[in-house]
T-cell receptor
Framework: DAEITQSPRHKITETGRQVTLACHQT?????MFWYRQDLGHGLRLIHY???????NKGEVSDGYSVSRSNTEDLPLTLESAASSQTSVYFC??????????????FGEGSWLTVV | GEDVEQSLFLSVREGDSSVINCTYT??????LYWYKQEPGAGLQLLTY?????DMKQDQRLTVLLNKKDKHLSLRIADTQTGDSAIYFC???????????FGAGTRLAVHP
C-alpha cells in the first residue's frame, strides 16, 4: 500500500545543532506539507511544496528550510535548533487541490526535543 | 487572516451523542474537514463537507454546516470509548491546497 513515512519518529538534540526530519511518500503526490503541532495552537504550516523544485513558506517558517529534489521526499531542516522548536512535526501530502476535496494524508509524526 | 476556532475540551458519557463545534472565518472556503488524532498518532481524515451542502451523514457521524454563521459541527452518535481522541476542524484556505486547522477539541468518553 502507498504510504507516507517520517523519520526519525523521536529525536533529542542540543540547541544550535542542525537537524533534518525526513518525509517520504509513495503516492506520487505533487503536494507536500510540513506542520508543527503545539498545545493550544493546533497544527501550523511551516513549509509546503506543490512540485519538484517548488517550495513555499507557511505561517511559521522562520528557522526552517525545505528542499524538493524529487516527488517522493520533502526533508525539513532546522538550521540551528532552538528550544522553541521542541514540538511534534507532521508531514502531509495530497494530489490536487484541497479546495476540491482532495484528501490530505498525514504521516505519524516526529517528536523533536531541543535541550 | 484566516482563523479556525474550537472549544478545547468535551466530556461525554458512553452511549450519548457528542457535538464538537467549530467556527471559521474564510468565506471562500470550499471544503471543510474533520480530522481525528488518537494518542501518539498522526491525523486521520474523518469526513469533509462541500460548502454548498448543509449536512452530510456518514454512519455515526453527522456534519452540519451553517454558512451564514460560518459554523461547522461534528456530531458523533452513540459515542464509544474508542472515540476518545482530539478532533480537528480545518478549512482549505481560499480554495487552495493549504489547510488551516483549529486548535483541536479533546473528547473524553467516560462510562
Amino acid at each position: 500500500d502507498a504510504e507516507i513515512t517520517q523519520s526519525p519518529r523521536h529525536k533529542i538534540t542540543e540547541t544550535g545543532r542542525q537537524v533534518t526530519l525526513a518525509c517520504h511518500q509513495t503516492w506520487n503526490h505533487n503536494n507536500m506539507f510540513w506542520y508543527r503541532q503545539d498545545l493550544g495552537h493546533g497544527l501550523r504550516l511551516i513549509h509546503y511544496s506543490y512540485g519538484v523544485q517548488d517550495t513555499n513558506k507557511g505561517e511559521v517558517s522562520d528557522g526552517y528550510s525545505v528542499s524538493r529534489s524529487n516527488t517522493e521526499d520533502l526533508p525539513l531542516t532546522l538550521e540551528s535548533a532552538a528550544s522553541s522548536q521542541t514540538s511534534v512535526y507532521f508531514c502531509a501530502s495530497s494530489q490536487g487541490t484541497a479546495g476540491s476535496g482532495n484528501t490530505i494524508y498525514f504521516g505519524e509524526g516526529s517528536w523533536l526535543t531541543v535541550v | 487572516g484566516e482563523d479556525v476556532e474550537q472549544s478545547l475540551f468535551l466530556s461525554v458519557r458512553e452511549g450519548d451523542s457528542s457535538v464538537i463545534n467549530c467556527t471559521y472565518t474564510d468565506s471562500s472556503s470550499t471544503y471543510l474537514y474533520w480530522y481525528k488524532q488518537e494518542p501518539g498518532a498522526g491525523l486521520q481524515l474523518l469526513t469533509y463537507i462541500f460548502s454548498n451542502m448543509d449536512m452530510k451523514q456518514d454512519q455515526r457521524l453527522t456534519v452540519l454546516l451553517n454558512k451564514k454563521d460560518k459554523h461547522l459541527s461534528l456530531r458523533i452518535a452513540d459515542t464509544q470509548t474508542g472515540d476518545s481522541a482530539i478532533y480537528f476542524c480545518a478549512e482549505a484556505e481560499g480554495g487552495y491546497n493549504k489547510l488551516i486547522f483549529g486548535a483541536g477539541t479533546r473528547l473524553a468518553v467516560h462510562p
